[in-house]
């Protein structure tokens, strides 16, 4: 079992950055696929990145392209998502996911493990 715990949200100005963590326990993550997701209220999951379990690939929604940046450290068991250039858009809450699949996806029914989401709120 895979507990995560994601932080770093908050309330930023459009064109602000913010860097949002997953801290993973119960099981080392450098055997997992990691995923981050969002979703706003009455909407569907929407997959916003994933990376591989050795970090050596990565991949990105067209919304977030350019301005997202995945990235692990598998030592410290944590996931991150560098996120500038935010947009009013990108408001939502935003789930960190782990999967046990070899290869990286972006549907989230692929994911096994979820943690309990961390608010973003960009201001225009």
């Known amino acids: 079992q895979v507990q995560l715990v994601e932080s770093g949200g908050g309330l930023v100005q459009a064109g602000g950055s913010l860097r949002l963590s997953c801290a993973a326990s119960?099981?080392?993550?450098?055997?997992?696929?990691m995923g981050w997701f969002r979703q706003a209220p009455g909407k569907e999951r929407e997959f916003v990145s994933t990376?591989?379990?050795?970090?050596?690939?990565?991949y990105y929604a067209d919304s977030v392209k350019g301005r997202f940046t995945i990235s692990r450290d598998n030592a410290k068991n944590t996931v991150y998502l560098q996120m500038n250039t935010l947009k009013p858009e990108d408001t939502t809450v935003y789930y960190c996911a782990a999967t046990r699949t070899l290869r990286i996806t972006i549907i989230p029914d692929a994911y096994d493990y979820w943690g309990q989401g961390t608010q973003v709120t960009v201001s225009s």
């Open positions: 990376i591989r379990w050795s970090g050596t690939s990565t």
């Open positions: 119960g099981r080392a993550i450098r055997n997992y696929a």
